[in-house]
């Protein structure tokens, strides 16, 4: 009897240990699942690798160049105030290619000699992580150049196995069907051949054939190659287009794709360019972290243009509802324009004032902020897309590292803006930029928290909280030109200190239950 009652005792114990070692695996994978996600939050800076640094004199920016400028994004010292202060770079593709912005690749495991070679990559990434910064590259698999060797054995072998690598007509094809836009989707070979091929985004961009399983494959094993060099994730450009107009099939490539690279670095960030609105890129968060918000980057220029508050934190709230309802992780990409967009300055008319209220609103979103190289000097650029991505300026005039690979239009001369010019003025744009990123990386709150509309009471006023499980921070942004007076009731936010602001601390006014707020035209504070 005492036999069996100790045995019963001892197999309690044993099945209390399992269930707890058990709860406790599953604890540790669902914590380490968290912090993987975690570690990809940040402020992003995307670089046009040919326009940002030269290091070898041949008027071309390098990846050496990019190197030797790591300690202006980043320093690696985490008190430091004199780096930008971004956790991750974006560099748009390096791959070689026949033209200058290189998204049409003839070898996805190359660099172009241009930029350099394929050490200097992996130099790059070790001295970028060595100072805790991401390196994410941009990488175009929706298409080929047309002058990849995979391309040209297609186009004049009807029996290569390339053949099958893209899409071509058959005798029920329409060739003079338009695409989203209305283009010409459909391309001959060689005038007369009547052999078309598919090409959503031109004739020299022949698109690929996700059908295929050696494409899917060969996608895969690009991935992977690239993480193995030391990168930490992608930027998916045209990754609505690879099946164009369904959904269904864009996301479930996209999902065996990131499958197969976490095997690879269970850690990796995939960022999507779905040129859409929320409810159309929700689905997307099935399978990768993030994907560039488009709407809302509209919302903030729009808001500091018109002075006025246009619903942009309710919007921003329905779209992360949306987001998060397909991925509890989802990780909102905000920005404020791209390379393929007119530069921030340009459509703010140069405005410096509204440029650094930009800035405090971006900065001050959910998710991982995206910054375009030069916006935060205040560089211009619109027209052609040459125009929208200029040499970097680091010098007022000619410089070290300053490349020369094309004359720019909008950033030249003198008085044009530059690193040098605004280094050390403690009210440039530059220096605003470096206060918030700082300021937003040592605050969880601004980090990892979510975003709630708060009354202001005044439709020249946007203010919103952002909130983790600690902290709370209300950000207020005056849009107008105009001074505004609000009045915040402490119930509301039990706040007493003040974490940033553009203005004298003396225009906060504490009273009794209330603190009555003075905003100058364009400025900004935070309160905790």
């Known amino acids: 009897m005492k036999k069996q ?118 130099r790059l990434a070790r001295e970028a992580h060595e100072r805790g910064v991401k390196v994410i590259l941009d990488i175009a698999l929706n298409h080929t150049s047309n002058q990849n060797p995979w391309f040209l054995a297609a186009e004049n072998d009807k029996n290569s196995p390339y053949r099958d690598y893209y899409i071509w007509a058959d005798k029920n094809t329409d060739i003079n069907e338009k695409g989203p836009w209305g283009q010409q989707v459909w391309h001959e070979t060689h005038p007369g051949s009547g052999d078309y091929y598919y090409g959503v985004f031109d004739k020299a961009m022949p698109d690929l054939n996700y059908d295929n399983p050696k494409v899917r494959e060969e996608a895969i094993n690009i991935g992977k190659f690239w993480l193995n060099q030391g990168a930490d994730g992608f930027r998916l450009d045209a990754a609505m287009h690879i099946y164009t107009g369904d959904t269904e099939k864009n996301v479930a490539w996209w999902d065996e794709f990131s499958q197969a690279l976490k ?77 393929d967009q007119p530069r921030t300055m340009s459509l703010l008319n140069g405005n410096v004032d509204k440029a650094k209220l930009s800035a405090s609103v971006l900065l001050t979103m959910p998710g991982n902020p995206y910054i375009y190289y030069g916006e935060e000097i205040g ?117 007493h200190k003040v974490l940033f602001s553009t203005f004298s601390h003396e225009n906060v006014k504490r009273g009794h239950g209330t603190i009555k707020i003075t905003l100058p035209s364009y400025s900004t504070i935070l309160l905790k």
């Open 5 to 122: 009652f100790w045995i019963k005792i001892v197999s309690a114990v044993l099945t209390l240990v399992f269930i707890f070692s058990f709860a406790s695996q599953s604890f540790a994978k669902s914590d380490s699942f968290f912090r993987s996600n975690q570690s990809n939050l940040g402020v992003y800076y995307e670089l046009f690798v040919n326009s940002f640094y030269d290091s070898n004199h041949d008027g071309h920016g390098d990846l050496n160049g990019i190197t030797q400028k790591l300690d202006y994004l980043n320093d690696g010292h985490k008190n430091s105030k004199t780096d930008l202060g971004v956790n991750a770079i974006w560099l748009m593709p390096i791959y070689p290619s026949p033209t200058y912005h290189k998204y049409d690749t003839t070898d996805f495991y190359n660099v172009d000699p241009q930029y350099g070679t394929l050490s200097d990559f992996r």
């Open 379 to 495: 560089m211009l650029g619109a027209g052609p897309d040459e125009f929208k991505r200029e040499p970097f300026r680091w010098y007022p005039g000619d410089g070290e590292g300053q490349t020369t690979w094309e004359t720019p239009q909008y950033n030249v001369g003198p008085n044009a803006v530059s690193v040098q010019s605004e280094d050390l003025d403690p009210n440039s744009l530059l220096n605003r930029y470096r206060e918030l990123i700082h300021l937003r990386n040592s605050n969880p709150a601004l980090v990892s928290g979510d975003i709630k509309d708060f009354q202001t009471g005044d439709s020249r006023v946007l203010g919103y909280t952002r909130n983790d499980q600690k902290d709370s921070v209300l950000v207020l942004n005056n849009l107008s030109d105009q001074t505004v007076t609000i009045t915040v009731d402490k119930e509301a936010f039990k706040t």
């Open 263 to 339: 095997k690879t670095d269970p850690k990796v960030y995939l960022v999507g360019e779905v040129w859409d609105r929320p409810n159309n890129i929700a689905p997307y968060y099935q399978a990768l972290n993030s994907n560039f918000n488009f709407d809302l980057a509209g919302k903030i220029l729009d808001a500091v243009q018109s002075g006025e508050n246009n619903g942009l934190v309710a919007f921003e709230m329905s779209a992360l509802s949306q987001y998060q309802s397909v991925n509890a992780n989802a990780i909102d990409a905000p920005f404020l324009t791209n390379h």
